[in-house]
């Protein structure tokens, strides 16, 4: 008992006489998915069929058009299967079959096959009932959806150490398929008398994606995207949520997610704030990012001060309090901007340049601040001074506190250690001044 492809049993008019009825199924619009064939008696009238409406005589056809699936259920099992597009005979006679080229079918549905069971023959007559269903395979698209209450996701941004939890927003349009008719048939619409369209299953499974939308944006958030980024990442949604729902649609259904669109999404304006403000304040890490936001600052502080109700000398004598109680002034973070760029700019001396240093003796290769032949302390460098702060520096500027260097006064002498000295040379050692 099976399906045969009247394009390789026929043999001239001797099948063609064989024929009972014809099965069909008009064009399925968008909101059909499954419909019940229907049955068109033989032109010739030679139908013996006296059985009933739900009974396929021996050697009926059945027509299969592109995007469409067929399947004969006999005593309420599928029997047969066919998805390839054309003319099928019904006969009693052959083994049960399916007919499939494999586009957009599960690649299970063979097992699935074998797990319902195979038709019963009845002594070689047909059962009590039999009826062929028509499956839609095509993408069912238009699918709203809209999270009726916000959405944890985690935005993580390595470059400025930022781990938060915020709610999120979405709403758009996913379209699914059928990709395995047995089980749609098996665990969602059984036996229908007429159509089975997607108003009767859409409400669940919306219900089901935006569950599934937590958990499929937490992977994503985990790949380090950004909630702003979502809908340049739809693709990888789609498959995450494919994922989550394989168990509940994929296994249990019959459907799989194709793909996924968001209109809009949006954090609350509190988290919105609250982020910008964290991504700002991370820029001003650079000292010369703080120092020019801390220029700015200035300026607008000038022409508030200058606009004072009370006169422009209190508002400055306001803005010069503020300025001295803030510990740093823009030139100083320039100045530590500089120097950090410098300390990060590779080294451009030549290759064997840092071989360590030379005592007067020559004593080569030493590392340390003694030589390791003759314990010669290491030289100072040449214009090495000494800050307030107690940092050594060579620049105009200390790479520390970013103080200047100081210009005139005393001075202490980096080879002995000497304070006091006002002059250009030390009046303990006679080393001139760095």
């Known amino acids: 008992m099976g399906l045969i492809k009247a394009a390789l049993g026929s043999v001239g008019g001797v099948l063609a006489d064989q024929w009972k009825e014809n099965f069909y199924c008009d064009a399925l619009d968008n909101n059909i998915l499954v419909a019940k064939g229907q049955r068109q008696q033989s032109l010739h009238g030679r139908s013996s069929n006296t059985s009933g409406e739900n009974i396929i005589t021996n050697g009926s056809t059945i027509v299969v058009n592109n995007g469409q699936c067929a399947i004969i259920v006999d005593q309420g099992k599928v029997a047969e299967l066919a998805a390839e597009p054309g003319q099928y005979t019904y006969d009693q006679g052959s083994e049960p079959s399916i007919f499939t080229d494999g586009a957009g079918l599960s690649e299970k549905i063979a097992l699935v096959f074998e797990q319902i069971g195979r038709r019963f023959a009845y002594g070689g007559a047909p059962g009590k009932d039999q009826r062929v269903y028509y499956f839609s395979l095509r993408e069912i698209t238009g699918n709203k959806y809209g999270t009726p209450s916000p959405i944890p996701f985690r935005v993580v941004d390595a470059n400025i150490g930022l781990d938060v939890d915020i709610s999120i927003r ?50 994503l ?128 001396a030549p290759r064997g340049a840092d ?10 290769g030493n590392r340390g601040k003694f030589c390791a032949e003759c314990g010669e302390p290491k030289p100072a460098p040449v214009g090495e001074w000494t800050c307030e702060c107690g940092a050594k520096n060579t620049g105009k500027f200390c790479q520390e506190c970013g103080k200047p260097r100081p210009a005139s006064g005393e001075w202490t002498c980096e080879a002995c250690g000497h304070a006091g000295n006002k002059g250009k040379f030390c009046a303990e050692c006679g080393k001139p001044r760095g």
């Open 170 to 219: 979405c709403f758009g349009t996913y379209s699914y398929k059928i990709v395995n008719p047995i089980l749609f048939y098996t665990n969602v619409c059984g036996n229908v008398t007429d159509t089975f369209d997607r108003s009767q299953i859409d409400a669940q499974l919306k219900s089901e994606l935006q569950t599934a939308l937590q958990p499929a944006f937490a992977q």
């Open 221 to 348: 958030s985990g790949m380090g995207i950004r909630y702003s980024a979502l809908p340049a990442h739809t693709m990888e949604i789609a498959d995450a949520l494919n994922d989550i729902l394989d168990k509940k649609w994929g296994e249990l259904r019959g459907i799989e997610v194709v793909s996924f669109g968001i209109s809009n999404v949006n954090a609350s304006e509190e988290d919105e704030k609250m982020i910008k403000e964290l991504q700002r304040n991370a820029t001003f890490r650079d000292p010369s990012m703080a120092g020019a936001h801390l220029v700015g600052a200035q300026a607008a502080a000038m022409n508030a001060a200058a606009s004072n109700a009370n006169g422009a000398a209190m508002g400055f004598y306001g803005m010069n309090m503020a300025a001295n109680a803030g510990g740093f002034n823009a030139q100083n973070l320039f100045a530590m901007g500089q120097a950090a760029r410098q300390q990060n700019q590779p080294s451009s």
């Open 355 to 364: 071989d360590g240093w030379t005592c007067s003796k020559g004593h080569a």
